[in-house]
């Protein structure tokens, strides 16, 4: 697995390679850590890049000692950098680290202008991690937005290629949205077979999640199914705050252009702007 890192030396880029202890990487990876010096109201500069740099991969490596660490510095915007540096290193995986608002007892509204970047003008995968008021829990507890299309089941399938400790959680999530269960016709030969009647959806996401569910324990997961009715940009992030979960995991209905991923990929992208924890979209 290859990870890129992006690290500024905040307190949150700090939360952020600390929580890929609890992320399921392998003990073999490849990863660089990238520091950005800006030229415009910097938050690194220039003169303190090298040392920043640095101590990402320091803080890094002392998680995962067998790891193959490099950092690099870079000048200029931070996402354009991230993503010119992405092209180049091919990673599987981009790592950054938001501030969680919730800490601080207001909400997480907005992505910082370097993950908003990311999320719409790159197709790589991305962990935006937030740091957590509360006391980790001893294992992860994942929980994974699913509706049968074939960016869930993308998201299913990068959790199973993890490697988990024995008491990992993993929660499938399937919301049912009363406005457009009618249009849940075009996403599932399952449904476009079947009538539109009272207690369907919940029919509907226990029978097209089975699959995913077995795959998820066959990976070692504790996992189960909770369907709730509301818009997947609130419900999921309401069903991580009651479970208390560690990651949300969610991929979008499509990637084509940054204009899709933008428009297309709208709940992804909420669920990471208002997430209080860690949010992967996986694509």
């Known amino acids: ?54 101590e990402g991969m320091a803080l890094a490596q002392a998680i995962f000692p067998d ?4 950092s690099v510095v870079s000048k200029g915007a931070p996402a354009r950098e ?7 290193f091919k990673p599987d995986l981009i790592v950054l680290g938001e501030p969680n608002r919730k800490e601080e007892g207001a909400e997480n509204v907005f992505l910082g202008p370097v993950s908003q970047g990311l999320l719409t003008d790159s197709n790589i995968p991305l962990r935006i991690s937030r740091h957590k008021a509360t006391e980790p829990h001893p ?45 849940m016709t075009e996403l599932s030969p399952q449904v476009r077979a079947a009538a539109v009647g009272a207690g369907f959806a919940s029919q509907w996401a226990e029978t097209i999640a089975e699959h995913a569910i077995d795959e998820l324990k066959k990976a070692g997961l504790d996992t189960d199914l909770e369907v709730r009715t509301g818009h997947p940009r609130t419900a999921l992030i309401e069903a991580a705050d009651e479970w208390d979960a560690d990651c949300i995991i969610v991929a979008p209905h499509c990637a084509g252009n940054s204009y899709e991923r933008f428009l297309l990929g709208s709940v992804s992208a909420s669920v990471a702007a208002h997430a209080n924890c860690t949010v992967e979209i996986v694509r």
């Open 1 to 54: 697995m290859r990870i890129l890192i992006g690290y500024n030396g905040t307190e949150f880029a700090k939360a952020a390679i600390a929580d890929m202890e609890r992320a399921g990487f392998p003990s073999d990876a490849v990863a660089l850590v990238i520091t950005v010096a800006e030229t415009c109201f910097p938050t690194v500069k220039p003169s303190d890049a090298e040392d920043l740099a640095a």
């Open 82 to 88: 991230l993503i010119a540096a992405s092209e180049l």
């Open 67 to 70: 790891w193959k660490l490099a």
């Open 139 to 183: 294992f992860a507890k994942l929980l994974i937005g699913f509706d049968g299309s074939p960016g869930s089941e993308m998201a299913v399938q990068a959790v199973t290629r993890r490697v988990w400790p024995k008491g990992t959680a993993a929660r499938v999530v399937s919301v049912e949205n009363p406005g457009v269960l009618g249009s």
